[in-house]
Each structure stands twice: as structure tokens, then as C-alpha cells.
């Protein structure tokens, strides 16, 4: 027996699965988990001794690599100094700045701990400030687990949402409309009908949850289009691609703004954090200020802030999205036609297909780019590759990904032979 599946055993005795976030448990891909000793840089070195190259890269926080040293000597130095004070304190303060002074559209931030509550808070300000209650999502998007998130159309119609788990209230379904992505009649049809009664429209900008499904900027302007002849608010869900897809993220590339958008992942370098931002006037809605209350303990903890702050240093000058950009069109020129690569700055996503049109929405990914996924995943993890756990998740590139990494990514995925 390895020592991973011995963990994996005294594992699952104690927490279910024996994981805490359920993908970790590599069931899709037919694995049990790998409990991982250390990582650095691009690897990932396994309790057994084993190393591979991380292109999941804890699901995207590590644009610049595990154990990055600069993101080290900071959160090490911010620890000299106590690691939560439960009071105001100057480093989220910079981190504040550092944004705000950045993306126009953020005037005003507040951190949290997750991608989870930087949503969940965003949708009671949207509610909140607007004294509507409901909030358009795709199909197809990932915003965490809060429950009015874990709502899915049913049969194709918003009025017959299912929730995607157990536990979510009937009330809950009433309140969330699900429409197709890259559909503007079916959003405008939306609109028709309940107009009036909608707080905000939520999207991935680029949806990066359910494989990569980057969409068309004409779409995302009718979205933006629609909510100002409504009087909804549009929320861009950029915890994935926040800091990732440039500094401003998917927002300063398509130049279309969102009245509020949130962040989680790179943010924090790793560490918890999240956050949600706008305009002052909709962002003085929130506690102590406004009538809307939020908070947390660990809100905005210094050392994840001195993290954030490091990784947010490195990336300010877009050097680093330029090198991104050339390694993603490098693995671009190197994978071979047998396999439809969706990429979008460093985000990738491997469809085991040979058809070439672009997938813009889940209907239209094949299924054999999802049943034939786990032996993709196996035959890479035999060449020390690391490939998302899932047929759903993207993958990452980051600073200390190589042209040689690149090179024995592209040179596994094509000698699979399915
Ligand atoms: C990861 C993710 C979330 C949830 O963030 P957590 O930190 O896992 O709670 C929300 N939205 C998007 C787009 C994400 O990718």
C-alpha cells in the first residue's frame, strides 16, 4: 500500500471522502487523493517522494508558482508582527489602494475569505441597494457554494430551476433565474418577463468552471446593455480570472464594466482571501456605513494581505501576463489537431475532441471530451504530469511553468491515444 492511500484510508474515517473540498478526492479521474508532502515552483511532490508538474496549481491562486520566495518573506515578515488583530490595520489598506488606484471601476473594496462570500455579500448589496430580489446566472457558471448559487435550470426554462444539491430551500430556487450562455434572446426573454424584479445579472466573464467557454464581447455587451435598461446591476464574477487575464482582469480586456465585481484566487497568492468592489455611492451600501450588514473575523487577515500585496507587486507592471501569453501560444503551436485546446490568457482547457468549433456553451461539449478525460488524466499523471482533476477544470499556467514544462505537457497529451 502507498502512503497516499494509507492517508486516504485513516482519511476517510474522519472527514467525508477523505478530503475538505470534494474535487481533491480525484474520483472523476478514477484516482484516489494524493496527499502532497511539499511544492515549489511548478512542482508538486507527493508524500511518496514523487514529483510532478502542477498545471492545476491549487485550482489558481499561484500565478506566480508554489512557494514563490517573494510571497514567502512577506507573509513571513507580516507574521513577525502577530497574525490577527481583529482591528484596522495599514497593510489591507495598501492591498485597498494598490486596487483601487488600478481598476477604475473598483472605487471601493472590501475583503473577505473566499470567492464564496465575495459573491454572497456582492449578491445582498445587488439586493440591498437595488430592493429587488432577483439575480440572473448562467448556465454552464461557477460562484461558489452560497445557495443561491447552486441553482440550475431544469428543463431549459428559469421557472423550473432544480438545485444542484441537497439542503437548498424551494425559496431559494424562486429567486435565482438561470439563462444559456451565449444566448442574448433567451436573456432578453428573461428580461421581458421579470425586468423589474431583477437585482443583478452574475457572470464568469470568461466561465472557466465548466471546462473554458470563453464568450463572445458582443454577448457580454448585450448583458451590460440589458441591466442599464432594466435597472439591474451587472456583477462580473472574476475570481478566477481577476489578476489573471491582465491586471484588470476580463473586465480591462473587453472593456465592458461591471457595477461590482469579485476576486478571490490570484488575490491572495494563495493564501484566503477575496473581495468584492464598485463605485463608492453602491459600495457606501455596506455596514457600518449603509444598511447592508457583512462582516468577518478574518475579513482582510494581515499575513494573507502581506501575500496578496507580494503577488499584487509582481504583476502590477504586466510583464508577467506577457510571458504568460507566450507560453500559452507556445503550448497553443505544440498540441496537436486531434484535440480542441480553449485557452484564454493562461487558463487552458484540453477537449478531447478533434471538431474545432469553439464551445461557447456546456450543451455543446461533446461527451466523449468528458468520458475519455480520466485516461487522458492517468496517462499524463504516468509522465509526472499533474492535469486538473477534472474534466470540468481548466488549467493554469504560471510564472514558473517552462518552454521545457510546456514542451512535456504538449508531447504527453499528444501521445495519448485515447
Ligand atoms: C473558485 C471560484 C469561486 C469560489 O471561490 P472559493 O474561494 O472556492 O469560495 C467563485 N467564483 C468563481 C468564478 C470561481 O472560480
Not at 514563490?68 to 513577525?80: S, T, V, Y
Not at 514542451?407 to 485515447?418: D, E, T
Request: with cysteine.
Amino acid at each position: 500500500m502507498t502512503l497516499s492511500k494509507d492517508f486516504y484510508e485513516r482519511s476517510r474515517k474522519v472527514t467525508p471522502g477523505g478530503v475538505h473540498s470534494p474535487v481533491r478526492s480525484l474520483k472523476t479521474v478514477n484516482e484516489h487523493p494524493l496527499f502532497i508532502d511539499s511544492a515549489h515552483g511548478a512542482e508538486l511532490i507527493d508524500v511518496e517522494g514523487i514529483s510532478y508538474t502542477d498545471y492545476c496549481m491549487a485550482f489558481g491562486p499561484l500565478i506566480l508558482g508554489h512557494a514563490n520566495p517573494d510571497i514567502h518573506r512577506a507573509a513571513e515578515d507580516a507574521l513577525l508582527s502577530g497574525w490577527s488583530y481583529g482591528a484596522a490595520e495599514p497593510r489591507s489598506l495598501e492591498l485597498a489602494e494598490l486596487i483601487t488606484g488600478t481598476i477604475p471601476w473598483v472605487e471601493s473594496i472590501r475583503f473577505v475569505s473566499s470567492g464564496t462570500e465575495a459573491v454572497m455579500s456582492a449578491l445582498r448589496l445587488a439586493r440591498g441597494a437595488t430592493g429587488r430580489s432577483k439575480i440572473v446566472k448562467f448556465s454552464g457558471c461557477y460562484h461558489g457554494h452560497a445557495d443561491a448559487m447552486l441553482i440550475s435550470s431544469g428543463s431549459g426554462l428559469a421557472e423550473t430551476a432544480t438545485a444542484d444539491s441537497a439542503g437548498i430551500p424551494d425559496g431559494v430556487k424562486q429567486d435565482t433565474l438561470v439563462a444559456p450562455l451565449d444566448d442574448e434572446a433567451a436573456l432578453t426573454e428573461l428580461f421581458v418577463q421579470h425586468g423589474s424584479d431583477i437585482a443583478a445579472v452574475i457572470i464568469e466573464p470568461v466561465p472557466a468552471n465548466y471546462g473554458l467557454l470563453p464568450q463572445q464581447t458582443s454577448f457580454l455587451q448585450s448583458i451590460r446593455d440589458l441591466c442599464d435598461q432594466h435597472g439591474a446591476l451587472l456583477i462580473f464574477d472574476e475570481v478566477i480570472t481577476g489578476f489573471r487575464l491582465g491586471f484588470r482582469g476580463y473586465a480591462g480586456v473587453c472593456e465592458i464594466t461591471p457595477d461590482l465585481v469579485t476576486y478571490g484566487k490570484v488575490i491572495g497568492g494563495g493564501f484566503p482571501v477575496g473581495a468584492f468592489g464598485g463605485k463608492h455611492e453602491l459600495m457606501e451600501h455596506i455596514a457600518p456605513v449603509g444598511e447592508v450588514y457583512q462582516a468577518g473575523t478574518m475579513s482582510a487577515n494581515p499575513v494573507a494581505m502581506a501575500a496578496g500585496l507580494a503577488t499584487l507587486q509582481r504583476l502590477l507592471d504586466g510583464e508577467i501576463y506577457t510571458e504568460l501569453d507566450q507560453k500559452a501560444e507556445l503550448l497553443r503551436s505544440l498540441i496537436s489537431d486531434d484535440v480542441l485546446l480553449q485557452q484564454a490568457g493562461s487558463l487552458f482547457w484540453l477537449a478531447l475532441t478533434a471538431d474545432k468549433t469553439p464551445i461557447r456553451s456546456p450543451e455543446l461539449i461533446p461527451e466523449s471530451a468528458i468520458a475519455n478525460y480520466g485516461k487522458l488524466w492517468q496517462h499524463c499523471l504516468k509522465q509526472g504530469i499533474y492535469l486538473p482533476p477534472s474534466a470540468y477544470e481548466v488549467g493554469f499556467l504560471s510564472a514558473a511553468h517552462t518552454e521545457t514544462h510546456i514542451k512535456a505537457l504538449a508531447s504527453a497529451v499528444n501521445s495519448f491515444s485515447g
